[in-house]
Structures are given as C-alpha cells and as structure tokens.
C-alpha cells in the first residue's frame, strides 16, 4: 500500500509539473520549464522511493503498470477539475482497454 501512496504522490506532482502550466499560456515557456523542473524534483522524491519499496513485491513491470494505472486516473481527475475538460467516452473506453491489460500483467500464467 505505501508504493501505491507514494506513486500517486509522485502522479500529483507529475501531472502538475507537465500539464499545470497549460493554464498559463501567456507565461513565457523558459519560465513554465524551470517552474515544472522544481515540481518534478518533488516527484522523484516520491517516485524513487516508491520503486525501491515497490521492486520487493512487484516486478519492474507490474510497477510500470501500477504506475500508468495511477497516472491516467490521477490526469483524468486534473483535467476535469483543473484544466475543465471533459471525459469523452472514447477516452473511457481507452482507459478501461489499459485496465484489462492491467488484468494480464497482474495474472498468474
């Protein structure tokens, strides 16, 4: 459960670090990188730990899955509360294809 904590820790930081700045058109893009940079440092320190307690449990690849897993429902959540965009149902649709991938990973062949 702490992998999972701090890997949506780490997705909050991260989605703010790459799309946050989408709201600020106007600031100049120098400025939106060096302002996503400091962001990101707070997500490696939740993303790094995160895999190191994670890798005694799970392999790299279901970490990577996890990861994605977290991301697209941290970002779907963003872009509806902060960015104001809607969810699509193709969106949805594609969302749920990775989750059934999530099933083939996770699964005991």
Do not use: D
Not at 23 to 31: A, D, I, N, Q
Not at 74 to 96: I, T
Request: glycine share 2%; hydrophobic share 60%.
């Amino acid at each position: 459960m702490r992998t999972i904590a701090l890997l949506t820790i780490s997705n909050i930081f991260m989605t703010f670090a790459w799309y946050g700045h989408l709201k600020f058109r106007e600031v100049p893009l120098y400025k939106v990188v060096v302002v996503s940079w400091l962001i990101a440092f707070f997500e490696y320190c939740f993303q790094v730990p995160a895999n190191r307690i994670g890798s005694y449990e799970f392999t790299a690849a279901q970490l990577k899955t996890i990861q994605e897993v977290i991301t697209l429902t941290v970002f779907a959540v963003f872009s509806v509360l902060y960015l104001k965009q809607p969810l699509r149902w193709n969106y949805l649709a594609g969302f749920a294809l990775i989750v059934a991938a999530v099933a083939v990973i996770f699964r005991k062949w």
